[in-house]
């Protein structure tokens, strides 16, 4: 199979797989496995590749990660380092990245259905931005303002009705999706008028998100021009003239050989051209252009690695080979069909002999993490890595069957260092009283 490596993952000496500077056969043995790892300098390169295009091209903007992608104290300090602002979408997320000294001007909280507990958390921390998505949310949040006596700024959510090449699963963007406020129907208009004349809000812009796993730049094409024809819209209607215009996150990556993303580079170079060419034409003031990418910050930096166990074969169906994981650190197979490649960690030059399912070792049959890969002859005891595991494997990872959530460590120039520890079996118990 051919090899597609990330960042600075290479082949060593040793002919095994090396991230950051550091043999990853060597990080299972210091830190157990299952185990994510994450390549610095590759999570700093997505980064810069969104920042930097918007900064060259004079554009004002914001590159907000969005948390949920990968969240923990380590990865909001290290974005923060890099420039970029945080979407949070719970009470959680936003503890979290309070907890790690984020600055809570730079945050701005989604959500659907957003608590009275979040609302208030989110308020009395004056957090840069609320994203209000519902007519519910209006309410709520007017009278803690009242209350509280403040002004926030917000963006409102609309569904521009942008369907992106994506799993249906995961689309958020049509009109039938249960995020933001419709604009075919009035909804988002009305909504406008709404905070429009209350004084407590500031009436920023609004957002969009057209899906996920988007591999080109139509989608964002048809979002920019639906959501600037939106904002044209209002200024007729309502003289609104709109200071930020958030087009959401949904850049793709590359989980097998089927996938073929754009640089980030190249999607924010479109995007922004788009934008300023409608601006141009409309005479409208350039907004500050929002994006919000996740899972291409962290995805590919993200690599899982399992221990070999136990193998079954099934004459003329299939062989299976179990790993120290599965669905508990990784449900995206299993919950979609998300399709994964993996190596033989510690022999990257062993030429393909067989096609196995790579199977975890939880109790569900459709625990499988990997159907029908070729891979090299494996043995107890071997080491296999798991690629673009960073986005959604570990935030999503769960306690089933007991099983303790892996650790994570940062590599980087030759150093790792643990970011989230290992569960212990005490921690599974933390919660548990006697009867
Ligand atoms: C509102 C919003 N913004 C950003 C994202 C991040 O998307 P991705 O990780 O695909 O970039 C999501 C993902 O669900 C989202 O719902």
């Known amino acids: ?47 810069q590749g969104f920042k930097k295009t918007f900064e060259q091209l004079e554009m004002s903007h914001n590159v907000v990660y969005a948390s949920k992608a990968f969240t923990c104290k380590a990865i909001y300090q290290l974005l923060d380092k890099e420039g970029l602002h945080f979407d949070v979408v719970s009470d959680g997320e936003l503890h979290t990245a309070l907890a790690a000294g984020i600055d809570s001007s730079k945050i701005e909280f989604h959500g659907n259905n957003k608590t009275d507990f979040e609302l208030e958390m989110a308020v009395s921390n004056n957090i840069g931005t609320i994203i209000v998505d519902n007519f519910h949310e209006i309410e709520l949040l007017t009278s803690l303002l009242k209350k509280k006596q403040k002004t926030q700024r917000i963006l409102l959510r609309v569904t521009p009705g942008v ?29 406008l008028q709404l905070v429009m004349n209350a004084p407590e809000f500031d009436m920023a812009g609004i957002h969009c998100h057209i899906g996920s796993q988007i591999f080109d730049t139509a989608g964002f094409d ?26 959401g996150g949904g850049f793709g990556v590359r989980y097998t050989s089927e996938d073929t993303p754009l640089k980030p580079q190249e999607y924010v170079a479109r995007i922004a051209s788009k934008v300023k060419e409608i601006c141009k034409t409309a005479v409208y003031p350039l907004p500050e252009v929002w994006i919000e990418p996740g899972r291409s910050i962290v995805g590919e930096a993200g690599t899982s690695l399992y221990t070999v166990g136990s193998r079954k074969e099934v004459a003329d169906v299939r062989t299976f080979v179990a790993v120290d994981g599965g669905m508990g650190d990784n449900i995206r197979p299993a919950l979609y069909q998300a399709k994964y490649t993996a190596y033989l960690a510690s022999d990257m030059t062993a030429p393909d002999t067989e096609v196995v399912t790579i199977v975890g070792k939880y109790c569900e049959s459709g625990d499988k993490l ?52 290992r569960e212990t079996l005490d921690d599974l118990l933390r919660f548990d009283l006697d009867y």
């Open 370 to 421: 990997i159907e029908d890969i070729a891979l090299p002859d494996t043995a107890a005891g071997d080491i296999l890595a798991m690629t673009t595991t960073g986005a959604y494997g570990y935030s999503m990872a769960s306690n089933y069957n007991r099983t303790q959530k892996p650790a994570v460590v940062f590599v980087e120039d030759g150093k790792s260092q643990l970011v989230v520890k």
């Open 163 to 191: 369907d992106a090449h994506t799993h249906d699963y995961i689309l958020t963007g049509q009109e039938d999706s249960k995020f933001g406020f419709d604009v075919k129907s009035g909804q988002a208009a009305k909504a």
């Open 1 to 47: 199979m051919e090899k597609k490596l990330f960042g600075t993952a290479r082949i060593n000496e040793k002919k095994h797989l090396e991230i950051g500077g550091c043999d990853t056969v060597e990080l299972a043995a210091q830190y157990g496995s299952p185990l994510v790892v994450y390549d610095v300098a590759l999570i700093k390169e997505m980064a």
């Open 222 to 247: 048809m979002a920019a021009e639906r959501m600037m024809a939106i904002l044209l819209d209002w200024r007729e209607q309502f003289d609104y003239t709109a200071a930020v215009l958030n087009l």
